[in-house]
């Protein structure tokens, strides 16, 4: 096969065909990065406007483009913690902030620095004099120098996650990416050892000198873990310049970024089951950087796939052979280092020798996506199959999940901000959400048209519009028995964040203060608006596992843009304590739905909504009509909606807070007289959740009730 002189060509351009199915393509690729920048965008937004010292970032494959449905990704999140700051010399030392100063000297690994701590009221090193605040968690004591240990995050990590290497690791449902952590700290100014860097050249005059000008700005990040054979393994700290990198894989066409795709493939395929992960794709990733730069950028196209892929797997079988990675930015680290025994060495070798003796062949043993039976449909050495996944079914599921990935951000940030501010007193939170509320006015009105930040934050306003409103009237109607055209404003700006929440928070108001007649005009035009076949539930308070999106969604976000999450998605609708007077007295009891004997069997991080009144807006839906439809004296529509109301609990799968529904339905039946039935409501929510269910309490209120009744009727 091997002997047709077109054997590169015709298999690289069958090879991009099938990358081009499986969703590597220009087109999902801005899709991925997209979705990936309005993330870390929505995230750091919101701690700015926070104030909060911390800023998150997005790397990795997921936030590249270089990945695939079959890789499993994970998603590489990056916490930048602002309360401290890394100097290289004392010019850069800050008046008033905790300055550490990083060294690298003949005891550290090349890539690695120890960080000195420094005094913040005058530039001098910390006196061994320790304040008695500073645990040994934090630092220890060399030569007269107070050293910042890389064990001050590792100690504490993130509710639910699972420690690993630098990273707190969180594991993924079947239908979520796993997660890694990362905390780090940030030092302006660009590596000392990566000036070399700026000034390298090589034949495929890659980087351009435009691009090292603006990674040279990106400074680097300081990571809690030490080399491999580090003197000092509690006091070392990596060096990442992830923020350049990312610069440089955007700038990637679409053949390099396949032939990275390829390689990571092969590990995972032939090399990383039996080797426990000797090689890993950021290896693969460097490789591709440094035959990029060596090489003519012409023959980076799709004619040229294979070759290219030979090309970037010879250097990693040098590499291999020569146990030397070099960090493409910092030279001198060794990304090999002390990872290959003799043994697996030898074997890894004899591994990509053979791939690269076949010439592709190996390809077609691949299993992610298909790849390897795709491949030879298109060549002709295969029957095609029928029930894999066709390329739009796939270019369907990933626009999926990206637009569903931002519609969790919004709720990830709503939910942080409000627990943020949520503080004791109508008035403090009051103030709080409005001076938030301003700041985002402000910041949104003084950036540029285009502005990517812009768009994050024309996006996550009217969810925070309805708060407010909301807010604004629970104190309206505790004082005045009305509602303000203040909070009507603010409850008009919200109506936009979704298909549902932000109306279901205006009527649920409505019905509060006891105007049913507009209550019943709000609700009617959210139920119409409310597509079963295509509307998505949206909830991040519980990461369950849910696995059907409905095809009328799907079909909406592989034509559409952030845009349809207005139109297509139901946020739960949430409620503050001081909220209390807009939220009917069945679901106000979900504010106080723990014991303290609950709380311990709470997740720190991942239950803050718990101290809310949270619901589906569905059932929220149908449990509001069912209240007005009955102040109304409309029984049959009332009777209508109760049965929707069960209707909605037994077939939605993806309720969020089934319990909250079913205790919701349990209240309806009793005042239907149906006490046996909302037992059984309250039986079933206990055991969707056990524990931080106000369903405990609402059963021994009724059995109570049930005795009474029994007592007080004549034998």
Not at 80 to 107: A, F, P
Not at 183 to 200: D, F, G, I, T
Not at 652 to 662: D, F, N
Request: contains cysteine; hydrophobic residues 35%.
């Amino acid at each position: 096969m091997s002997q047709d002189p077109d054997y590169y060509r015709t298999v690289s351009l069958k090879l991009s065909e099938v990358l081009c199915d499986i969703g590597v393509n220009e087109r999902m690729l801005l899709k991925r990065r997209r979705v990936y920048l309005l993330m870390e965008t929505t995230f750091t937004s919101t701690q700015r406007l926070l104030r909060e010292n911390i800023f998150t970032f997005q790397f990795g494959s997921r936030s590249e483009g270089s990945t695939t449905i079959g890789l499993h990704s994970d998603i590489d999140t990056l916490i930048c913690v602002r309360t401290l700051i890394v100097i290289q010399n004392w010019s850069e030392w800050q008046l008033g902030r905790h300055n550490l100063l990083m060294i690298q000297d003949e005891t550290t690994s090349p890539g690695y620095c120890i960080l000195q701590m420094l005094r913040d009221d005058e530039p001098l090193p910390i006196s061994i004099s320790i304040p008695d605040h500073i645990t040994d968690r934090t630092y220890t004591v060399i030569r007269g120098k107070v050293l910042m240990k890389n064990t001050c995050f590792r100690d504490i990590p993130l509710a639910g996650s699972v420690v690993n290497g630098p990273a707190s690791s969180r594991q993924g449902s079947p239908c979520y990416a796993d997660q890694d952590y990362v905390v780090a700290y940030h030092c302006k100014s660009w590596p000392v050892e990566a000036q070399s860097w700026l000034v390298r050249q090589g034949i495929g005059k890659w980087p351009s000198e435009e691009m090292k000008r603006y990674c040279e700005t990106t400074g680097c990040f300081v990571v809690p873990v030490s080399s491999k054979n580090s003197q000092h393994e509690e006091l070392e700290w990596r060096l990442s310049t992830a923020q350049a990198e990312k610069c440089l894989m955007f700038s990637l066409n679409i053949t390099q970024l396949r032939c990275y795709i390829l390689m990571k493939m092969i590990l995972k395929t032939f090399i990383n089951p039996q080797f426990n992960g000797a090689l890993s794709s950021y290896m693969c990733k460097t490789v591709l950087f440094h035959c990029i730069q060596n090489t003519r950028s012409n023959i980076w196209v799709q004619s040229n796939l294979l070759t290219c892929l030979m090309c970037c797997l010879t250097v990693l079988q040098n590499f291999v052979r020569e146990e030397n990675c070099p960090h493409f930015i910092l030279p001198k680290n060794n990304l090999m280092a002390e990872r290959i025994s003799p043994c697996n060495k030898h074997k890894i070798l004899e591994i990509l020798h053979d791939i690269l003796q076949g010439e592709g062949r190996a390809l077609m043993e691949i299993p992610i996506d298909d790849l390897g039976r795709r491949l030879k449909v298109k060549m002709n050495m295969d029957e095609a199959f029928q029930y894999y996944p066709t390329p739009s079914h796939i270019h369907t599921q990933i626009s999926t999940e990206l637009l569903l990935s931002t519609s969790h951000t919004i709720s990830l940030s709503h939910i942080h901000v409000l627990q943020k501010l949520n503080l004791d007193g109508n008035a403090i939170v009051r103030d709080n959400l409005s001076n938030f509320m301003s700041t985002l006015t402000n910041v949104y009105r003084k950036m540029g048209f285009n502005r990517l930040e812009k768009y994050v934050l024309k996006l996550i306003t009217p969810m925070f519009s309805s708060s407010l409103g909301s807010v604004i009237a629970s104190h309206d109607i505790y004082t005045t028995h009305s509602i303000s055209p203040e909070a009507l404003s603010w409850f008009s700006f919200g109506l936009n964040s979704d298909v549902a929440s932000g109306g279901l928070k205006l009527a649920s108001a409505l019905y509060c203060v006891g105007d049913m007649e507009r209550a019943e005009l709000v609700l009617r035009n959210t139920d119409e608006n409310y597509d079963l076949n295509t509307v998505e539930p949206v909830c991040q308070c519980n990461n369950r596992d849910w696995f059907y999106q409905r095809q009328g969604f799907m079909h909406k976000c592989n034509t559409g843009n952030e845009e349809v999450l207005k139109h297509y998605t139901a946020f739960c609708v949430r409620f503050l304590r001081c909220e209390i007077c807009c939220v009917p007295k069945e679901l106000q009891s979900e504010m106080f739905r723990s014991t303290q004997e609950d709380r311990l069997e709470r997740d720190e991080m991942f239950d803050n909504w718990m101290d809310l009144a949270v619901v589906d807006s569905l059932p929220y839906l149908y449990f509001l009509q069912y209240k007005t439809y009955g102040a109304l004296q409309r029984m049959a529509d009332q009777q209508c909606a109760l049965e929707n109301l069960v209707t909605s609990i037994e077939t939605e799968s993806k309720l969020g807070h089934k319990e909250t529904a079913l205790n919701l339905l349990g209240q309806c039946m009793e005042q239907e007289k149906r006490q046996i039935d909302a037992l059984h409501c309250y039986m079933i929510s206990l055991n969707t959740q056990a524990r931080n269910n106000v369903a405990n309490f609402l059963i021994c209120r009724l059995l109570n009730e049930i005795v009474s009744m029994q007592r007080n009727t004549p034998s």
